[in-house]
């Protein structure tokens, strides 16, 4: 038999769910989610054995505090601001470290590591610090700089540094115009360390 309470109870929850729609429990998702597509890769299938290649561990470059965030950074003389409703899908250091890897393996045939699948054979050692990685506010154009360090072999006392850096013009600065001119920078510093690297 159904109660008065139960009737009341009923009647508080079909009178909530309209509200439903209106509570949020974090932030208003971002209207382009960007990432990086690397334009040389492995085929599908290709086997690597570092018995019969060299190995290169690559690291996660170091980022500043402006790019330490999912946002895409414009500056405009010394003011830093956000691109309005874009948002990288993860860290852009680590996608920016997984496009290098793959252009790497992709031109040079070296086996490439993570720094957990290094500790046997880590062979070379790239790492960095990803200074530009959004865009330039005073001159429209997409800016990529890495500064790269290099130790080619066992020898830790020789290390190679090498400043890299590619500019795409950007017409006008929007959520859905950036990440193909991100992009295209982005693969031109991969390939460009990648034939500093070499085979």
Same mark, same amino acid.
């Given at each position: %038999? %159904?109660?008065?309470s139960?009737?009341?109870?009923? *009647? #508080? ?6 509200l ?8 208003k ?6 990432? #990086?597509? $690397?334009?040389? =890769? #492995? ?9 019969? $290649?060299?190995?290169?561990?690559i ?11 999912a946002?895409? @950074?414009?500056? &405009? *003389? ?8 874009? $948002? /990288?899908v993860?860290? @852009?250091?680590? #996608? ?11 031109? =040079?045939?070296r086996?490439v ?5 290094s ?14 990685? *959004? ?19 066992a ?8 400043r ?6 950007v017409? =006008?600065? &929007?959520a859905?115009?950036?990440? @193909? ?9 991969? *390939?460009?360390?990648?034939? /500093?690297?070499?085979?």
């Amino acid at each position: %038999m %159904m109660t008065r309470s139960f009737f009341r109870s009923r *009647g #508080l929850l079909l009178a909530a769910l309209p509200l439903a729609g209106c509570i949020s429990f974090g932030g208003k998702p971002p209207k382009v989610l960007l990432t #990086l597509d $690397a334009t040389a =890769t #492995l085929p599908v299938g290709s086997t690597q054995n570092s018995a019969a $290649a060299k190995t290169i561990t690559i690291q996660v470059p170091v980022v500043p505090q402006s790019l330490a965030v999912a946002r895409v @950074p414009v500056q &405009t *003389g010394d003011q830093v601001a956000y691109v309005v409703g874009a $948002a /990288w899908v993860e860290a @852009p250091q680590r #996608l920016f470290a997984r496009l290098t890897s793959d252009t790497i393996a992709a031109k =040079t045939g070296r086996v490439v590591l993570t720094p957990a699948q290094s500790f046997s054979d880590p062979g070379a050692q790239l790492a960095g610090e990803l200074r530009n990685f *959004g865009i330039d506010g005073d001159r429209h154009e997409a800016v990529v700089t890495y500064d790269a360090t290099l130790i080619r072999g066992a020898d830790h006392s020789k290390v190679e540094k090498k400043r890299f850096e590619a500019r795409v013009p950007v017409a =006008t600065v &929007t959520a859905e115009s950036i990440g @193909p001119a991100i992009n295209q920078a982005a693969n031109q510093v991969a *390939g460009e360390v990648a034939d /500093w690297v070499g085979a």
